[in-house]
């Protein structure tokens, strides 16, 4: 454990495992052979896989239309979640077994940061990358599919390449399938088949080309992903799935999230020592996702909650006040949807105890609160604000941040806007 400490203070550096000792600690958490008792999450897990989960979410946000229905969009950001999760524990769980050499002994620090940094590469530049790729074309690969849906008695579907020469030989054989929505190869073989993978699925009114033969569509598209590893297991076989029928974006058998978990939980206590030793790789992963399915839902809670709080304030984007602020100075103060948005996180973070009734209200209670002072920014801000105004509030503990922005007009002219941006529990310091 001192040497687990250690680590703590010297690999900040690391970007894949931050807070290296609580994260390895969960993995040697997680490989105890309990079953029942799910490792405690610490916080670095949950940056990583925020991190992970946040790059993947803005493929999904940049890919989808608004037509998508609800449910599917909650659906693909859900997986999108648990994917990042189970990816998360797949590399913590491979950094904790570098701690020791061949011979069990604990490793040099030195040794230890090096072989570190190469899962960093590995599992958040290599992978990370091509899991983005394959997340904007399952994504819409996903969103088309509804579309698809709906025209299936009027348009069969056809599968197209780029037919360029970076086009894998195997993907170009599925060049100009076309078959009736209905049938099971684009249960298997909706694109994309693999990672970087380009291909596509098009619309084609039914009769514009000849239907294919379903059984040999389905031979070359078994062929097609068909890449045999060291293992001699088929790596490829992960990607038949179809996005829009299952309402996932990664691969539902991909090597982080795959496995059943049922059976072993059942028989779990029943196993002698030497069994759980033998299966001890698959009840880590059994528990990990106990864990994020468990962050999946209370994820879910989460954003209901957050949007009922948005709800509650949307009445005050009609609604401004006016303040004093010295100086024989006073100033218009109304509410935006970007101010709305960044209150209510600043609620659902327990900073303060406003109730959601409350927050319908708060154009009154900023109206009566106590102006503490101005300040111009003192770093550099991505948006227009340019100064914020702080109150604090006669009934309770805490403070209003006051933006203003400054907004170009069409002739030149600038707007000075200000609303409220965001409730604190400190004051500021500069």
């Known amino acids: 454990m001192e040497y687990l400490n250690r680590l703590s203070s010297k690999l900040d550096f690391v970007v894949s495992i931050e807070q290296t000792r609580d994260n390895i600690q969960w993995i040697c958490d997680v490989k105890e052979l309990s079953y029942n008792n799910p490792p405690h999450r610490g916080d670095s897990q949950q940056g990583l896989i925020t991190s992970t989960n946040k790059i993947l979410q803005q493929a999904i946000k940049s890919s989808i239309t608004q037509e998508m229905p609800a449910v599917m969009r909650d659906a693909l950001q859900k997986n999108v979640f648990f994917f990042s999760g189970m990816k998360t524990h797949a590399e913590m769980r491979e950094a904790s077994a570098l701690l020791t050499d061949d011979d069990g002994n604990l490793k040099p620090l030195s040794k230890f940061i090096d072989d570190v940094k190469t899962i960093n590469d590995t599992y958040n530049d290599n992978y990370l990358r091509a899991e983005r790729n394959f997340a904007v074309r399952s994504s819409q690969a996903a969103d088309k599919w509804q579309k698809f849906e709906q025209g299936k008695d009027r348009y069969d579907l056809r599968y197209m390449t780029m037919m360029d020469d970076r086009v894998r030989p195997e993907h170009q054989e599925l060049e100009g399938i076309t078959l009736p929505v209905s049938d099971p190869f684009w249960d298997k073989y909706t694109p994309p088949n693999g990672y970087n993978c380009r291909c596509q699925v098009i619309q084609v009114r039914k009769g514009e080309y000849d239907v294919s033969d379903s059984e040999d569509a389905m031979t070359r598209g078994n062929k097609a992903t068909t890449v045999i590893g060291k293992d001699g297991k088929n790596k490829a076989a992960i990607f038949r799935f179809n996005p ?106 327990g900073i303060n105890n406003t109730t959601k009734k409350e927050l319908s209200t708060l154009n009154e209670r900023l109206k009566k609160a106590e102006y503490i002072r101005s300040s111009e920014l003192y770093k550099k801000r991505k948006d227009d604000i340019q100064r914020f105004y702080y109150f604090k509030d006669k009934n309770k503990d805490f403070y209003y941040h006051v933006a203003e922005a400054a907004e170009k007009r069409s002739n030149g002219r600038i707007n000075l806007k200000r609303y409220l941006y965001s409730i604190s529990k400190d004051m500021p310091e500069k």
């Open 244 to 349: 829009g029928k299952e309402m996932k974006v990664m691969p539902p058998d991909h090597p982080y999230t795959s496995g059943s978990c049922g059976d072993l939980h059942a028989v779990w206590q029943t196993l002698s020592v030497m069994q759980k030793i033998q299966l001890a790789g698959q009840a880590d992963k059994c528990r990990a996702k106990k864990v994020v399915e468990e962050m999946v839902t209370n994820k879910s809670a989460v954003a209901k909650k957050r949007q009922s709080f948005i709800n509650e304030m949307e009445p005050l984007l009609d609604k401004s006040i006016t303040r004093y602020v010295g100086s024989d100075k006073h100033i218009r103060i109304g509410f935006s949807k970007k101010g709305n948005h960044h209150i209510a996180d600043d609620i659902l973070s």
